[in-house]
């Protein structure tokens, strides 16, 4: 069935340093994965997207990272500041434009 | 920057009323989306809409649900007799392609 979860709840980390935020995937069909970032108050936010001929890909600060062979994805962000700290979604686009599949949910909390 | 803008930001109402939530999705957009969660839990596809109709609906969007574009504008979810546990963020989103514009979101409370 489909199933895109998060192994860890909540990520704390020091403004400065680099955060991995992991997600898992069950449905080996799926080829196409979105991160999005949540504030407070806000709706869901694009950041990232991977399709599954790339294994990884890059942007601005944050690097995303997929490993089909264990069904496994994750968001690094490097330099982590105060603006990042949000709930991150992974979310999976396989069936199309028509229908993303969210994950859990991680909260990543940055400290001063 | 272009916006989806949702109405209204927060809806209370009494269980077995109609609400209808009604969003403005970004103007040059094709693809119509409705998502909710649950305070604290993840965000749930409800339905999506294309070429003036239903696309893609989840198990959670049974009878009591509806949407509707009446104007080429607007995009509307109505919730007909509503529950105790239909309260949750209400997402509106649209998009071009990959990317879906979420939103802020009204937040539905049911008492």
């Known amino acids: 069935g489909e199933s895109v979860g998060l192994h860890l709840p909540t990520l704390s980390v020091q403004e400065g340093d680099n955060s991995i935020i992991n997600c898992a995937y069950s449905?080996?069909?799926?080829?196409?994965f979105i991160w999005y970032k949540q504030e407070s108050g806000k709706g869901p936010q694009f950041i990232i997207d991977?399709?599954?001929?790339?294994d990884k890909r890059q942007g601005q600060r944050v690097t995303v990272l997929l490993n089909k062979t264990v069904k496994h994805l994750s968001l690094q962000i490097a330099a982590t500041q105060p603006g990042d700290s949000a709930v991150y979604f992974c979310?999976?686009?396989?069936?199309?434009?028509?229908?993303?599949?969210f994950g859990a949910g991680t909260r990543l909390a940055v400290h001063p | 920057e272009p916006e989806v803008t949702q109405t209204p930001s927060h809806q209370v109402t009494q269980m077995g009323q109609e609400v209808i939530l009604r969003c403005v999705p970004i103007?040059?957009?094709?693809?119509f989306y409705w998502y909710r969660q649950i305070l604290g839990q993840k965000v749930e596809f409800l339905v999506s809409?294309?070429?003036?109709?239903?696309?893609?609906k989840s198990e959670i969007f049974d009878d009591q649900f509806s949407v509707e574009r009446p104007d080429g504008s607007n995009f509307t979810l109505k919730i007909r007799s509503t529950k105790l546990e239909d309260s949750a963020m209400y997402f509106c989103?649209?998009?071009?392609?990959?990317?879906?514009?979420f939103g802020q979101g009204t937040r539905l409370t049911v008492v």
């Open positions: 991977i399709r599954s001929n790339m």
């Open positions: 449905n080996s069909a799926s080829d196409y």
């Open positions: 989103a649209s998009s071009v392609s990959n990317e879906a514009f």
């Open positions: 809409f294309y070429n003036n109709e239903i696309s893609e």
């Open positions: 103007s040059n957009h094709l693809y």
């Open positions: 979310a999976d686009l396989s069936g199309g434009y028509n229908k993303l599949i």
